[in-house]
């Protein structure tokens, strides 16, 4: 579903590359935590998947296809097929929940029928059917969190990407959002979370994947946070 083959990524006007002849390759389904200190490069690998950066050399392939030799119009439909959550939510604060989440169908072009039926499903999915009609700021952070996710995934992307989703949240929001990701991967959507939180690491016992100054350090099977090596 995502594979990097030798992929570097340097920045103009920087010396070091923030990614390194990184090779990944994630299959279909599953969940793997992204992780390093504070510039290893992971935002740098989710923003190469996103096609929002292009590496300096190596192949990204997406869905099949090598995403580099993309024409720049069929970006868009790479993107529609990926939802992204951020850490700081980004929610438009003059709509509503529901209107958050519909606005994300309409800029696909969903029809009205489409959106009738998948924003209500979706908003029940992640427990907050009753709160279509709130504005963001009368929202939680953990609920801001799930309107984030539900607009992520309404049109049922077949790969959830997740840049430090619970790191403005406390311990019991950041549960709660990491539940619905585990419920979201389970039916099959590829889920990919750059994470600085151990707690959630150790606990979910996924795929854990290690960057460290733009290298791939460890990628290890059901993994926790921490490793010597
Ligand atoms: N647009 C840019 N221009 C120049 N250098 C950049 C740019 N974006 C990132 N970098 C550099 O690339 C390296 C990797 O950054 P990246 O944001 O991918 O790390 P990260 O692991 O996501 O860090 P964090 O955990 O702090 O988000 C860093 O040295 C950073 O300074």
Same mark, same amino acid.
């Given at each position: ?8 990524? !340097?920045?103009?006007? !920087? ?19 992204? /992780? ?16 929002? !950066? ?39 604060? !003059? ?34 059917? $009753? ?38 949240? $406390? ?19 590829? /889920? ?38």
């Amino acid at each position: 579903m995502i594979r990097f083959e030798k992929v570097t990524k !340097t920045y103009p006007g !920087t010396a070091a590359p923030a990614l390194d002849q990184v090779s990944i390759d994630v299959e279909k389904g599953e969940f793997v935590f992204l /992780v390093g200190a504070s510039g290893s490069g992971k935002s740098t690998a989710l923003r190469l998947i996103l096609r929002e !950066t292009r590496p300096s050399a190596g192949r990204v392939h997406v869905a099949g296809k090598e995403i580099n030799r993309l024409a720049a119009w069929k970006v868009p439909r790479l993107r529609r097929q990926i939802g992204t959550v951020f850490q700081d939510f980004r929610l438009l604060q !003059t709509k509503t929940v529901h209107e958050n989440v519909a606005f994300a169908l309409q800029v696909t072009g969903h029809s009205p029928k489409e959106i009738r039926t998948l924003v209500p499903e979706t908003l029940e999915l992640v427990g907050l059917d $009753d709160k279509g009609g709130r504005m963001p700021d009368e929202l939680s952070g953990g609920e801001q969190q799930r309107v984030a996710l539900a607009r992520a995934y309404v049109g049922r992307p077949m790969i959830l990407i997740a840049d430090e989703p619970t790191g403005n949240l $406390d311990p019991s929001s950041s549960v709660g959002i990491m539940k619905l990701l585990d419920r979201i991967n389970r039916v099959g959507t590829t /889920v990919l979370m750059a994470t600085h939180d151990h707690g959630i690491v150790d606990q979910m016992r996924k795929r854990v994947i290690e960057l460290d100054h733009g290298a791939v350090v460890r990628d290890q099977a059901q993994g926790v946070y921490g490793f010597s090596h």
